[in-house]
């Protein structure tokens, strides 16, 4: 998987706007502790829905829209993470990742 | 004041699609989201074209805003529905933006987009046609608004709210998780702050807790002292405009400002206190 991987489709942005799925890095990850992902239903992405992160003690911390492929993605600290994913239709889906300093976690999560 | 001043839910939003005299206005993180799909009539502001002046740090000035909300058919009798995605984070900080212009009769879609999308509610994505009005803004309303002066002089003074994750408060990450970790200033917190992450306010599906919820969450929680005024204050205060909704709109503390130069500016401020680690 290279640097940034899919998951978004802008360049990287200075301001604290992310587009739907999250921003893309181009330069590499370096210190960047990234989880990232899609989520899909019966083979198909899912574009319209959330992927949600919490801490250790189930606390919210960032959201983004899924992409137009299902996709999202995170810049954590180093540690452990649940993912949820909220979607139309009461779709609720979780699991737990560990995120590590220079490297990506992908997740491919099915609803 | 109470919660129907200033909330609207989404059955009332539905049940009043295209009434004269109110306007649906989208301002989303995602500045795309809008020409994806929002509710029918709104028309979208960008938080960063339209509301923030393109060479300076500061927001478009009064003839800037009068401008803006004249292009988009916005007049001064409209009652202005704010909604946006990620818990509302930037339709808040328009309805501060709003207020902050002497806009009074606006309301924030209590749940947002999301809460609208997770309903399966329609979305459309033709853009409104609305005439232009000549809309008159105020002198910015300074009493909602903390500059940096006004946060080194509240340390250990006033109510101190730093609404950011953890991570950020502590010093351990720079920006929200859901971007890069990119900004060259300092972490940490401004002394004396208490942490309160802004989404502490908001349920899973965007709704703002109950009165009586929130309350318990900033007084008996984190300690704040209800009797003294607060600075709010974030990253580039966005989140901290959502707690300034809360503190200010919900339950009626008379004298909040929203810092929008929050840790962007502080943290690279020369001289100033920082202090790391977790929130006490």
Redesign the interface.
């Known amino acids: 998987m290279p640097a940034g991987g899919s998951g978004g489709s802008s360049p990287?942005?200075?301001?604290?706007?992310?587009?739907?799925g999250?921003?893309k890095?181009t330069d590499g990850i370096g210190?960047?502790a990234i989880v990232q992902g899609h989520v899909t239903s019966a083979g198909t992405p899912v574009p319209?829905?959330?992927a949600?992160?919490l801490?250790t003690d189930g606390?919210?911390?960032?959201?983004?829209?899924l992409g137009d492929d299902g996709g999202f993605?995170?810049?954590?600290?180093p540690g452990d993470w649940t993912l949820r994913v909220?979607?139309?239709?009461g779709i609720r889906s979780e699991c737990v990742v560990s995120a590590q300093k220079g490297k990506i976690t992908q997740l491919e999560l099915t609803v | 004041m109470t919660r129907s001043d200033v909330l609207v839910d989404a059955d009332w939003v539905q049940s009043h699609l295209g009434d004269p005299g109110i306007v649906l206005v989208e301002v989303d993180e995602d500045t795309s989201a809008y020409d994806k799909g929002h509710i029918k009539g709104a028309v979208k502001l960008d938080w960063k074209k339209d509301l923030q002046d393109p060479v300076r740090r500061d927001f478009v000035d009064r003839a800037g805003f009068e401008a803006l909300l004249s292009a988009r058919g916005i007049s001064n009798d409209d009652t202005v529905i704010l909604y946006g995605g990620n818990n509302n984070w930037f339709a808040a900080y328009a309805y501060w933006y709003f207020k902050l212009y002497g806009h009074h009769n606006v309301k924030l879609l209590d749940g947002g987009r999301k809460k609208w999308e997770l309903d399966s509610r329609e979305m459309v994505t033709e853009a409104p046609s609305r005439s232009a009005t000549s809309y008159h803004a105020k002198e910015q309303d300074k009493s909602i608004r903390a500059f940096r002066d006004d946060v080194v002089a509240a340390i250990g003074t006033l109510n101190l709210v730093d609404v950011r994750s953890p991570d950020e408060f502590a010093g351990r990450l720079l920006a929200p998780a859901h971007l890069p970790q990119e900004q060259a200033q300092r972490g940490g917190h401004v002394p004396t702050a208490k942490n309160v992450p802004w989404s502490k306010a908001a349920q899973e599906d965007g709704t703002f807790k109950s009165d009586d919820d929130l309350r318990a969450l900033y007084g008996d929680e984190a300690g704040l002292d209800f009797g003294r005024d607060t600075i709010a204050y974030c990253r580039i205060g966005e989140r901290s405009a959502h707690t300034w909704f809360v503190l200010h709109e919900l339950l009626g503390q008379p004298n909040v400002k929203n810092y929008d130069g929050s840790w962007t500016e502080y943290g690279s401020l020369v001289g100033v206190p920082i202090e790391l680690g977790d929130g006490k």
Do not use: M
Not at chain 1, 59 to 64: D, G, K, M, R, S
Not at chain 1, 86 to 89: H, K, S, T
């Open positions: 990287r942005a200075s301001g604290c706007g992310a587009p739907a999250g921003i890095i210190t960047q319209s829905g959330y949600r992160l801490n606390e919210f911390v960032a959201e983004v829209p993605i995170f810049y954590a600290a909220l979607a139309p239709g």
